[in-house]
């Protein structure tokens, strides 16, 4: 392994744990967060200047001497695990909800924003993007269907449309996009979980 | 409690702990102003008092918000500035009061125990 990947190893497990402490002290206000979240990783840098700073072996032990994103994050204040219980449920009701039931999305947002486990960024762009890719999705998939159905072969300047009208590829790429904004970020929301919970 | 603990091993230190490492914080500060890192890794050796480094800085927030130390910040030769604690009055005086309280409630606990284990 070359020295330039290696200190990219490093820097990157760095970057996992602040994102780690970051997510554990939701629920700290913000002011109190930012102070602890910048106390540490200087604490973290001062201490990766003691040693060869791209060596991940010993950033790993710098790491857990600081300790447990959750312990530190006890010690703050953070609000206690019980409120993430229901956490594993969300990104899946906001995947399947609002094709299923209205109702299980509305569940899933409320797990979504009760839950210390998300920043608020997370939150927000599962509430808002997530909805509008599914219906970006839909009008990508009746233009397409229409687009198919109205100009088979050849397209001509006779070949008319009803209702949502769009040339054939533009359609398509709704309909990716669409699905892209519409899984990617239940997705995030499930990967973010998953690295909180391995740490504790 | 999430910190329950079977046998509530975990749960006990946590809780001394909780209401000790401040005073010991203080304490080291009489000493002169330090910065974050200085202490943690002060208290980090000597084992116990906190449960690993990073937790002092949530300690030193609240500290540093009921008034009992005042932070500065200063260049250092190496690395950008950093942030110093230094004891207010505040501090002094809950210092102070912890020592004279410590002493007798150490001797107490010292003497329950060491009677239960006499018996």
């Given at each position: 392994m070359t020295s330039r990947q290696s200190t990219r190893e490093t820097d990157k497990l760095v970057r996992r744990y602040m994102a780690q402490l970051d997510a554990a002290l939701q629920g700290v206000d913000a002011s109190r967060k930012d102070e602890i979240l910048a106390e540490v990783h200087g604490h973290i840098e001062q201490g990766r200047a003691e040693l060869d700073p791209d060596d991940a072996v010993s950033v790993r032990t710098l790491l857990s001497r600081v300790g447990d994103p959750a312990v530190i994050a006890a010690e703050a204040g953070?609000?206690?695990?019980?409120?993430?219980?229901?956490?594993?449920w969300a990104p899946w009701l906001i995947i399947f909800g609002p094709v299923a039931s209205g109702l299980g999305w509305v569940a899933g947002v409320l797990i979504l924003w009760t839950?210390?486990?998300?920043?608020r960024r997370d939150k927000l762009i599962a509430t808002f993007v997530s909805p509008a890719g599914l219906v970006a999705l839909f009008f990508g998939l009746v233009a397409t269907l229409n687009a198919a159905a109205a100009c088979p072969g050849h397209a001509s300047a006779s070949c008319t449309t009803r209702g949502v009208t769009l040339p054939l590829g533009v359609a398509i790429l709704l309909v990716v996009a669409g699905l892209a904004a519409h899984l990617l970020p239940p997705i995030h929301l499930m990967r973010t979980r998953q690295q909180r919970s391995a740490f504790a | 409690m999430h910190c329950m603990e079977p046998g509530g091993d975990i749960n006990w230190l946590a809780q001394v702990r909780r209401g000790v490492a401040e005073q010991c914080v203080l304490a080291l500060l009489t000493r002169g102003e330090r910065y974050g890192f200085e202490l943690a890794r002060e208290l980090g050796e000597r084992g116990q008092i906190i449960a690993s480094e990073g937790t002092l800085y949530p300690l030193l927030a609240r500290l540093r918000r009921n008034g009992l130390v005042e932070t500065s910040w200063r260049e250092s030769n190496a690395g950008p500035p950093r942030r110093y604690y230094r004891l207010t009055r505040d501090g002094e005086l809950a210092l102070a009061s912890f020592k004279k309280q410590w002493r007798v409630f150490r001797d107490a606990v010292d003497e329950i125990v060491n009677e239960g284990s006499q018996a």
């Open positions: 953070a609000p206690p695990p019980e409120s993430r219980r229901w956490d594993a839950s210390p486990t998300w920043n | -």
